[in-house]
């Protein structure tokens, strides 16, 4: 009996096949960790609960598109954001998923948060650019996926640069999942 479990053991602990191949169509992910440090001009760092979501479409083995919306609530400022994104994906590794490259063209709303001199600030309209660089990832044969990485982007604020660098974590699911053995 001994001798079966160490070789049951053995046989679970090999790597999977490297015929194995994940592909699918789309993906939705779902991002509630946010950490953002504005580099210019305010030098802050957040870390956030955010509600973002994307809806992610790939077009072939390299290429995809990212359609993201989410409501920021960081301590000096409240952001309403919608982008589009053009995302690349590197050649197949040992990553079921692989890892991509974003670039992004942002769009949205910022509302600083009421202060004492301010009790009713106005919104204002934000608009920017922005580049990221991550990794979606999945179990072999589940659609549970997870996307985490990191970017930076230039947003103008009311017409105030803002320069800043992020890192985040998402879950999410794979949608039209397949997996190919060779």
């Known amino acids: 009996m001994l001798c079966l479990s160490f070789a049951g053991r053995s046989v679970l602990a090999q790597p999977m096949h490297e015929g194995f191949q994940t592909r699918y169509s789309s993906a939705i992910v779902v991002t509630p960790i946010n950490t953002s440090f504005d580099i210019v001009p305010n030098g802050m760092v957040d870390l956030i609960f ?3 979501a994307e809806y992610s479409i790939r077009r072939s083995e390299h290429l995809g598109y990212v359609i993201a919306g989410g ?3 960081y301590l000096h400022r409240t952001e309403g954001l919608v982008s589009f994104s ?3 994906f590197t050649a197949n590794s040992e990553a079921p998923a692989g ?3 974003d670039w992004s063209v942002i769009g949205g709303a910022a509302t600083e948060r009421p202060t004492s ?4 600030p106005e919104m204002q309209p934000m608009f920017g650019l922005g580049v990221r660089v991550g990794g979606l990832r999945n179990s072999r044969f589940s659609w549970f996926a997870f996307e985490y990485g990191a970017g930076t982007s230039v947003v103008l604020i009311g017409g105030q640069p803002n320069f800043r660098a992020q890192l ?3 879950l ?4 039209g999942k397949e997996v190919l053995v060779n």
């Open 71 to 73: 409501y920021y609530p």
């Open 117 to 120: 001199t301010a009790p009713y």
């Open 172 to 175: 999410g699911f794979l949608l």
């Open 86 to 88: 053009l995302r690349t």
């Open 168 to 170: 985040f974590f998402g």
């Open 50 to 52: 955010s509600l973002s």
């Open 99 to 101: 890892t991509f490259f």
